[in-house]
Structures are given as structure tokens and as C-alpha cells.
């Protein structure tokens, strides 16, 4: 198994967040109530920062020592409530073992890139993009329909493989660890912490995407990807949402189940080349 260190680093982010503004909120108040200038009859800390009003005073005030007591206890909350985020952030994601089945046939290095390079470009730009959908539209019987499905899904997997491959790596018909973080990473602006943590994402990505463990992606591997965390209602488009929920589950580490699954269903237990 191994530990969302990500989910993990967020919610202690929103515990300090947390920390800090009861701890803000709490030095304001006293200094307020100690303040004989003041007295009862400041502006409210507590009902503005909390309810968004102007009440003056009164037992809401930041000036009363019971406003200062509910803000411990607001404060005590958000934060428990933070722990437990980060807790379950935390928790162990899906490590399948390794598959047993043989690498797929390296893909022609005269694949045409066009699909691959247009999937890029709609996954950073958020459009929706149709590999198959128009093409299904005329079909009506269902195992037909299914058959062009996969046909055209595999297509662009091979047109995706090999697009990155050109582009980030060395035109095999794989995809190396190195290749898929040098494209995913390309022209990325960011800064070094940020490119560490996109680093150590994208390592936990690819080996769930490497499903055999031989360090090469292949079409097939990609092909699941595509159906199990793409296009999940398999009607041969891909969404801006489903663009954006996708590569967040892939990221993320929570998508090892469904990519295995996505395998399995369409090439079975063991790949055949």
C-alpha cells in the first residue's frame, strides 16, 4: 500500500490555516477586552468575520469573555474537523499487484499523431473532445456499435502513445517513466516545490498505469486508461468534466481500481501482444 502524502500535506495545510485564524481571532479579542478605551462597544470581530453583520457590543462581541470562549470552541471544531480531513487523506491508496500479463506490441512509429495530439489539447484547454462519438451515432446494432467503440478508443491510445513518444521520449512505441513525466511536465510554469510535488504525482500515476510493472506503458495500458478514467460512460466523448476527473483520479492515486478494471474488461486477465 502506499501513503497519500499529497491528501496528507492538504489537510495539514487547512489545520495551520485553521490554527492561525483562531489564534488571530483570539489575540484581537484580548487585546480588545483589556483595552479601557474600548470597552463594550467596539466593532464586532466575532459577527462580522462570522455572520457578516455590524452588531456593536453586546454578548457577541469579541469584547465579551464568552465571544472569546465560543471562538475557542469554533475554533476547536474547524480544526478537529481539519485533523480528520487530513487523517483521511492520508489513508492508504489503491497498489494492485503487478499483472502477470506481457507487454503489448510496441506501436508503428508511423502512427498517425493527430487524435494524440488533439487529446492534449483538449485536456489543458477543457474542451470536449469526440473521438467516436459521431462516428457510433449511424451504428444501431449494439455489438457493432461496442466493436467500432473499442476500435476507435485503441486507435487514438496508439495516436496518444505515440504523439508523447515523439514528442517527450524516444519513438519505441513505449512510454518510460522519464517520457511520460517530460511531457506532462513540459513548458509547466512552476515553481520548484511545485514541480517536486507534480513530480511525485506523476510517478504515482504512471505506475498505475503500468499495470504489469515492466516499466513501459503500452497502447493497451492506455487504452484502459482512456475508458476507465476518461471517457466512464464509454458514449466516445470525452468532457470538460470528465477531462477534469479524470486526470485528478489519476493523479490523485484513487484510480488504480477502475483503470484495472477498464483492462480486464476489455483485454481480459492476460494482455496478448
Given at each position: 500500500?502506499?501513503?497519500?502524502?499529497?491528501?496528507?500535506?492538504?489537510?495539514?495545510?487547512?489545520?495551520?490555516?485553521?490554527?492561525?485564524?483562531?489564534?488571530?481571532?483570539?489575540?484581537?479579542?484580548?487585546?480588545?477586552?483589556?483595552?479601557?478605551?474600548?470597552?463594550?462597544?467596539?466593532?464586532?470581530v466575532?459577527?462580522?468575520?462570522?455572520?457578516?453583520?455590524?452588531?456593536?457590543?453586546?454578548?457577541?462581541?469579541?469584547?465579551?469573555?464568552?465571544?472569546?470562549?465560543?471562538?475557542y470552541?469554533?475554533?476547536?471544531?474547524s480544526?478537529?474537523?481539519?485533523?480528520?480531513?487530513?487523517?483521511?487523506?492520508?489513508?492508504?491508496?489503491?497498489?494492485?499487484?503487478?499483472?502477470?500479463?506481457?507487454?503489448?506490441?510496441?506501436?508503428?512509429?508511423?502512427?498517425?499523431?493527430m487524435?494524440?495530439?488533439?487529446?492534449?489539447?483538449?485536456?489543458?484547454t477543457g474542451?470536449?473532445?469526440?473521438?467516436?462519438?459521431?462516428?457510433?451515432?449511424?451504428?444501431?446494432?449494439?455489438?457493432?456499435?461496442q466493436?467500432?467503440?473499442?476500435?476507435?478508443?485503441?486507435?487514438?491510445?496508439?495516436?496518444?502513445?505515440?504523439?508523447i513518444?515523439?514528442?517527450?521520449?524516444?519513438?519505441?512505441?513505449?512510454?518510460?517513466?522519464?517520457?511520460?513525466?517530460?511531457?506532462?511536465?513540459?513548458?509547466?510554469?512552476?515553481?520548484?516545490?511545485?514541480?517536486?510535488?507534480?513530480?511525485?504525482k506523476?510517478?504515482?500515476?504512471?505506475?498505475?498505469?503500468?499495470?504489469?510493472?515492466?516499466?513501459?506503458?503500452?497502447?493497451?495500458e492506455?487504452?484502459?486508461?482512456?475508458?476507465?478514467?476518461?471517457?466512464?460512460?464509454?458514449?466516445?466523448?470525452?468532457?470538460?468534466?470528465?477531462?477534469?476527473?479524470?486526470?485528478?483520479?489519476?493523479?490523485?492515486?484513487?484510480?488504480?481500481?477502475?483503470?484495472?478494471?477498464?483492462?480486464?474488461?476489455?483485454?481480459?486477465?492476460?494482455?496478448q501482444?
Open positions: 500500500m502506499k501513503l497519500n502524502l499529497s491528501g496528507f500535506a492538504d489537510g495539514l495545510s487547512k489545520i495551520g490555516k485553521n490554527l492561525m485564524e483562531t489564534a488571530t481571532f483570539y489575540g484581537a479579542s484580548k487585546m480588545a477586552l483589556h483595552n479601557p478605551s474600548t470597552g463594550m462597544y467596539g466593532p464586532s466575532w459577527t462580522q468575520g462570522c455572520y457578516g453583520g455590524g452588531y456593536m457590543g453586546g454578548m457577541y462581541s469579541p469584547y465579551n469573555n464568552a465571544a472569546i470562549g465560543m471562538a470552541q469554533n475554533g476547536y471544531a480544526t478537529m474537523a481539519a485533523i480528520q480531513s487530513a487523517i483521511a487523506g492520508s489513508q492508504p491508496v489503491a497498489d494492485l499487484p503487478d499483472t502477470d500479463a506481457p507487454a503489448a506490441s510496441a506501436v508503428d512509429a508511423n502512427q498517425d499523431t487524435a494524440g495530439a488533439a487529446f492534449e489539447v483538449s485536456e489543458k474542451q470536449n473532445f469526440d473521438f467516436a462519438k459521431t462516428s457510433l451515432e449511424s451504428i444501431t446494432d449494439a455489438a457493432q456499435k466493436a467500432k467503440y473499442n476500435e476507435l478508443t485503441q486507435q487514438l491510445a496508439k495516436s496518444l502513445l505515440m504523439n513518444d515523439k514528442n517527450s521520449g524516444n519513438s519505441d512505441g513505449y512510454l518510460a517513466l522519464e517520457e511520460f513525466i517530460n511531457n506532462e511536465m513540459k513548458n509547466a510554469n512552476l515553481t520548484e516545490e511545485q514541480k517536486t510535488q507534480l513530480k511525485t506523476l510517478q504515482q500515476a504512471y505506475s498505475q498505469l503500468d499495470q504489469n510493472g515492466d516499466s513501459k506503458v503500452d497502447w493497451k492506455l487504452t484502459a486508461m482512456i475508458t476507465g478514467l476518461y471517457d466512464t460512460n464509454h458514449d466516445g466523448e470525452i468532457t470538460s468534466e470528465e477531462f477534469q476527473a479524470g486526470g485528478n483520479n489519476l493523479l490523485s492515486g484513487s484510480g488504480a481500481s477502475a483503470l484495472r478494471t477498464a483492462y480486464q474488461n476489455l483485454f481480459g486477465n492476460r494482455e501482444s
